[in-house]
């Protein structure tokens, strides 16, 4: 795309994606949760290769947000934490998909 081509592209809504969401661990996070009904957080930290901090910093976030929602647990004497995603956190992954399908698709014509 030449310069004079790229004049009508409208790049404002790259400004207006959920920036929540689109931050790449906390990407992985909703759409790891996505997928499954729900997760606990070794499982996740497996996945996302986070660290216990990174993953814990951003779970905070997410449940801020209420994107997500935190359950703990004991099993037996061992604590549990599940994670699933709320129906906010689902409305808020697909509009984040759907925006960025968007925005690629405007990009390239």
């Known amino acids: 795309m030449s310069?004079?081509?790229m004049e009508g592209t409208d790049l404002q809504p790259i400004a207006d994606i959920d920036q929540l969401v689109h931050q790449p661990s906390r990407l992985m996070i909703l759409a790891v949760l996505y997928v499954v009904e729900s997760a606990d957080f070794l499982f996740l930290m497996h996945q996302t290769g986070l660290t216990r901090g990174n993953l814990s910093s951003h779970?905070?976030?997410?449940?801020?947000?209420?994107?997500?929602?935190?359950k703990k647990e004991f099993v037996g004497?061992?604590?549990r934490t599940l994670l699933h995603l709320t129906d906010k956190g689902r409305g808020?992954?697909?509009?984040?998909?759907?925006d960025?399908?968007?925005?690629?698709?405007?990009?390239?014509?």
């Open 59 to 70: 779970m905070s976030k997410l449940e801020a947000a209420e994107y997500i929602d935190i």
């Open 100 to 109: 960025m399908i968007q925005v690629l698709e405007d990009l390239v014509g």
């Open 92 to 98: 808020a992954f697909q509009t984040y998909r759907h």
């Open 3 to 5: 310069p004079t081509e």
């Open 77 to 79: 004497k061992i604590p």
